[in-house]
C-alpha cells in the first residue's frame, strides 16, 4: 500500500523519467557542437580584426576582458542551456505520479448530539469539530469523492459522495449549538454510511473502489444498532473506519447536569475491525493534526504522466535571464 505524502494535498512527481521520444536525445550531441562552432568563429573573428595603433588600449582592453571573462562566456552557457532544454522538451519526458486511487470515496459522519455543545474545546466541541472538518475538505484531493451524513438519535445522509464538495462546506458553515437534538445512534450512522458508498458500486470498479468512513463523536451509543455489529458489516463490505474521539475520555457535565462519557473502547473496536485508526482530540489543533494523518493513510496509485511543460518552462526562464542581461549594463554583442 502507498500512502498519500503531506504536500500540496493533490499529488508529487517521483523522479523516475523516460520519454516518449527518446531517439530525440541524441539531439544532445548537438550542444558541445554548438560551443564548438561558438569558440572557432570566435577565435577567427578575432584574427580578422584590424590590429591596434594604440598598445596602451590594447594592454587596458586585454586586463579588463580577464576580470570579466566569466561574464564574457555567458551568453554561450546560456543558448546551450536553451538548446538542451529544448531538446529535452522534445523528447516528451514522462515521470510517474502518484494520485488517489481511482473511485476513492470518503463519507464524514458528524455526532451532532447535545453533548457537542459542551465547552472543554473552545468555543465548543460542534464548531471546532466543523471548523477542522472545512480545513480537511478544503486540502483533500479534487479527485477524491466526498460525502457528509450527521447523525443523533437519527441518521441524515445529506450528501452522497461526489466530487462536488461545495454542498458540504455550505452544510458544516450551517452547523451550530441550535442544531443539536438528543440521543447518539453510532450503530445506525455506520449502518447508513455502508448503505451510501455501496450504492455506486459496481462489479467493474469493485477492485478499484476504496470506501473509508470518518466517524466524529464525543460520547457513546445510546440508541439504535449495536456499533460493534455495525462495524462486522462495514467489514464485509471492505470499508474502512477512522473513529475521531472528542473530548476527555473521562466525561464532563452537560446542560441538566448530566455527565456525558467518550466510548474508547467501543471505537477502538469499531476501527480495528475494519483496519481503520483511533484518535483522541481534546483541541482544535489535535483535530487538525488527525484529519492530516488520515489523508496519508489514502491508498495511491502510480501514473504515468508527461512533464514536457518542466524543461519547457525552465528554457523560458534562462531566455528571460539572457535577455535582461543584454538590456542591462552588461550587454552582449
Not at 494535498?9 to 550542444?31: D, G, Q, R
Not at 469539530?129 to 480537511?136: G, L, P, V, Y
Not at 484531493?141 to 464538495?165: A, E, H, R
Amino acid at each position: 500500500m502507498t500512502y498519500y505524502p503531506r504536500v500540496s494535498y493533490s499529488s508529487f512527481i517521483i523522479l523516475n523519467m523516460s520519454f516518449i521520444y527518446p531517439e530525440a536525445l541524441c539531439l544532445l550531441l548537438l550542444v558541445p557542437l554548438y560551443i564548438l562552432f561558438h569558440f572557432y568563429f570566435e577565435r577567427k573573428r578575432n584574427k580578422d580584426l584590424i590590429p591596434f595603433g594604440n598598445l596602451e588600449i590594447l594592454t587596458k582592453s586585454i586586463s579588463k576582458s580577464k576580470k570579466l571573462d566569466l561574464l564574457k562566456h555567458s551568453p554561450l552557457i546560456l543558448k546551450s542551456l536553451v538548446l538542451a532544454l529544448l531538446i529535452l522538451a522534445i523528447s516528451r519526458p514522462m515521470s510517474t505520479i502518484y494520485v488517489p486511487m481511482r473511485d476513492t470515496k470518503i463519507l464524514l459522519l458528524m455526532d451532532v448530539s447535545i453533548s457537542m455543545e459542551a465547552t472543554d474545546i473552545e468555543p465548543d466541541r460542534i464548531t471546532s469539530a466543523k471548523e477542522a472538518a472545512k480545513k480537511f475538505v478544503h486540502e483533500l484531493p479534487k479527485s477524491i469523492q466526498l460525502g457528509f451524513g450527521s447523525f443523533s438519535g437519527t441518521v441524515k445522509m445529506l450528501v452522497n459522495p461526489s466530487l462536488d464538495k461545495l454542498k458540504i462546506l455550505s452544510i458544516l458553515d450551517k452547523l451550530n449549538v441550535k442544531k443539536l437534538e438528543p440521543g447518539t445512534a453510532i450503530g445506525d450512522a455506520i449502518l447508513g454510511g455502508i448503505e451510501v458508498l455501496a450504492l455506486d458500486s459496481n462489479k467493474q470498479s469493485k477492485n478499484n473502489l476504496d470506501k473509508v468512513i470518518i466517524l466524529i463523536t464525543d460520547g457513546e451509543a445510546n440508541i439504535g444498532t449495536d456499533p460493534i455489529f455495525a462495524a462486522a458489516q462495514a467489514r464485509v463490505n471492505n470499508i474502512t473506519i477512522h473513529s475521531i474521539g472528542i473530548g476527555n475520555p473521562s466525561g464532563t457535565i452537560i446542560r441538566g447536569g448530566i455527565l456525558t462519557r467518550l466510548d474508547e473502547f467501543t471505537l477502538r473496536e469499531i476501527t480495528s475491525l475494519t483496519g481503520g485508526l483511533y484518535f483522541n482530540a481534546q483541541n482544535y489543533q489535535d483535530m487538525n493534526k488527525i484529519y492530516n494523518k488520515i489523508k496519508k493513510t489514502i491508498k495511491l496509485i502510480p501514473q504515468k504522466t508527461e512533464v514536457t511543460f518542466i524543461p519547457a518552462i525552465t528554457a523560458l526562464l534562462v531566455l528571460g535571464i539572457y535577455q535582461i542581461l543584454r538590456w542591462s549594463k552588461f550587454r552582449f554583442i
